[in-house]
């Protein structure tokens, strides 16, 4: 056990003493590398972009132009007269000519058909009127101010010839649609229902008038047309045939002048009328309240009579 003692007596100082610590070794610092920054292109020009124009949508003016005025009923009534005169009138004579003198007349169905080609389409081409247009000095014009397209004059100025149309067609082919059989029945039955068809335009067409504020027939609404008074712009003249139509009006004026006479009459017999029933109503009542005075006084006496 000595032995033991003595060889941990001699290890324990040399245990004791401190021992040096391992000093770091000082780490080179990594020099950044010097970089060689490449030259910068030169700069490049931009061509400037040119902005692309935003087209703006065209909006279409709605309603009745502030600078026409709608026309009369006045004038509505001879413009419609007289494109009927003008369409239809030739053809009825021609149709009197068939069905009663039992003749076919050449000359009368030139006529008729010069004078629909004429009022459909030869005046309304050169000057966007019709003959009852000149007559009465008005115009079809669209919310735009510009005369509406030629579809719009054929189908308004066609309605009361395609309706005519439309009877013929029922009264010849009606019967066929019972009687005959096959092709005939069905090309019967065709024929009938466009005579048909032509029939309810005619009275749509006259129904959407009535109930316009404006009073713009079906094909009217369809192609946004109004009827309105026909006023000369300054400088406008009118020459040769046009000029001639124009000189029409004179006849549509003195219709005018004689029906605003006649309406001015019927005002002053409406204004003396009143005034006599006025005058007799006063001179009734004034009759009354003095028969009611005197059998007030009546009464009063025969009160104070029975008293005293």
């Given amino acids: 056990m000595g032995l033991l003692d003595k060889a941990s007596d001699a290890a324990s100082p040399a245990a004791k003493k401190p021992v040096a610590k391992a000093k770091p070794k000082a780490v080179a610092k990594a020099k950044p590398k010097a970089v060689k920054i490449a030259d910068e292109p030169a700069a490049v020009k931009a061509k400037p972009v040119k902005a692309k124009r935003v087209k703006k949508a065209k909006v279409r003016p709605q309603g009745l132009p502030s600078d026409f005025e709608i026309a009369s009923p006045n004038s509505r009534r001879i413009a419609w007269f007289t494109n009927f005169v003008v369409n239809l009138g030739p053809i009825f004579g021609f149709l009197f000519a068939v069905a009663i003198l039992d003749a076919f007349t050449t000359t009368a169905a030139i006529i008729a058909l010069t004078a629909l080609i004429l009022n459909l389409f030869v005046v309304p081409i050169m000057s966007g009127r019709t003959l009852g247009n000149f007559v009465s000095r008005t115009k079809n014009i669209t919310s735009s101010g510009v005369k509406p397209n030629l579809v719009h004059g054929i189908l ?153």
């Fill in 156 to 308: 308004g100025n066609s309605t009361g010839i395609l309706s005519l149309m439309g009877i013929v067609m029922l009264m010849i082919n009606a019967g066929s649609m019972f009687t005959e059989s096959g092709s005939a029945q069905i090309w019967a039955s065709i024929w009938s229902i466009i005579g048909l068809v032509f029939i309810i335009l005619f009275f749509v067409n006259s129904s959407f008038r009535r109930g316009s504020e404006t009073s713009q027939g079906l094909y009217d609404s369809l192609f946004g047309a109004y009827l309105v008074k026909h006023v000369p712009a300054e400088g406008e003249a009118s020459s040769g045939f046009i000029g001639r139509l124009e000189g029409m009006a004179s006849y549509g004026d003195r219709f005018t002048e004689r029906s605003e006479a006649r309406k001015a009459k019927k005002a002053e017999k409406a204004e003396k009328v009143k005034t006599v029933s006025e005058s007799t109503a006063d001179d009734s009542i004034d009759a009354e309240s003095e028969t009611n005075s005197d059998t007030e006084e009546e009464k009063a006496s025969s009160k104070k009579a029975k008293k005293n």
